[in-house]
């Protein structure tokens, strides 16, 4: 399984970016996705995730109104939209994958990160 994350830059606070999160080796339709960040210094949090069956979204309560998770199973790509980006924002972002269907279990598989510089 891989899971190649692209989309990472430098961004103005306020302004968007949007990530791709492209998988191979594994039934992309049947898993849970997840995305996930890691600040300089802090452990890895979760940011939000879609499920499989339904495309049911759910996030961390900071990004709430502000990002966006969607997926296209024909190209077996899940997006981050992340809009009215903060400083705080800045990480290396991880995108995961599980099969359960709840978007805050534990996941299976994980991506290399993407950097994510918001500068203020």
């Known amino acids: 399984v891989q899971l190649q994350a692209s989309g990472g830059g430098l961004v103005q606070a306020g302004g968007s970016l949007r990530l791709s999160c492209a998988a191979s080796?594994?039934?992309?339709?049947?898993?849970?996705m997840g995305w996930f960040r890691q600040a300089p210094g802090k452990e890895r949090v979760f940011v939000g995730g879609?499920?499989?069956?339904?495309?049911?979204?759910g996030y961390e309560d900071s990004v709430k109104g502000r990002f966006t998770i969607s997926r296209d199973n024909a190209k077996n790509t899940v997006y981050l939209q992340m809009n009215s980006l903060k400083p705080e924002g800045t990480a290396v972002y991880y995108c995961?994958?599980?099969?359960?269907?709840?978007?805050?279990?534990?996941?299976?598989?994980w991506g290399q990160g993407t950097l994510v510089t918001v500068s203020s």
């Open positions: 879609i499920s499989w069956s339904t495309s049911r979204t």
């Open positions: 080796g594994l039934t992309f339709r049947g898993y849970t």
């Open positions: 995961a994958a599980r099969r359960g269907l709840d978007v805050t279990g534990e996941y299976d598989y």
